[in-house]
């Protein structure tokens, strides 16, 4: 049996869960299979909120080194424990979240690595856009979220990584949406 995982990534601000939410219903009616949707922040949000919150004091902390240190990593591999339950049983999955570490580091590209079966068909859509874009963007959103980013930029946009070249990544730029380019991209992500 053969599932599906397929990644929206990138860094705060490309667009991934927008972009995501939009190809979901495409993905499906084009591959005529359906998918699980995960977001990391939907996934684990809250949770991680109330941590924070009872932590540092700030429960919109996502950046700090803190958080990056004691929670950004275990949030990561309970999403994963989740996604590699529903391929084992077949159930084809879109996840979302930066993954920017992983996917620099080529874990998405090993299924095994993952824990999942070796025929799990594993695609990664990097969402570009350049970090002058992307912080007017995170701006504009005015998430609480979002201020340890924008009050540390310089600090943030250092950890802005390209993602390394492999033939199952495909790199999507959203600095102006183009429905086709986007219809093209995602027949990508599904061949």
């Not at 084009?30 to 109330?50: A, N």
Request: proline share 4%.
């Amino acid at each position: 049996m053969t599932a599906h995982l397929i990644l929206f990534a990138g860094h705060a601000g490309v667009g991934k869960t927008t972009l995501a939410k939009k190809a979901i219903t495409t993905i499906m009616t084009k591959t005529q299979e359906s998918y699980c949707f995960l977001d990391k922040d939907t996934v684990y949000g809250r949770y991680s909120s109330k941590v924070m919150s009872l932590t540092t004091g700030d429960g919109n902390d996502r950046d700090s080194p803190f958080y990056l240190e004691n929670l950004r990593d275990q949030e990561y591999l309970g999403l994963f424990d989740i996604v590699r339950e529903n391929i084992e049983v077949g159930v084809n999955v879109i996840l979302v979240g930066p993954f920017s570490k992983e996917i620099q580091s080529g874990v998405f590209f090993d299924s095994s690595q993952l824990g999942l079966p070796a025929t799990t068909h594993i695609r990664v859509a990097w969402i570009d856009l350049s970090p002058d874009e992307a912080r007017r963007r995170i701006q504009h959103r005015d998430d609480s979220r979002d201020n340890w980013k924008i009050e540390h930029w310089s600090e943030y946009v250092k950890r802005r990584v390209e993602p390394p070249q492999n033939p199952n990544l495909f790199r999507f730029d959203n600095t102006v949406f183009d429905e086709k380019k986007f219809n093209d991209f995602i027949e990508r992500l599904i061949d």
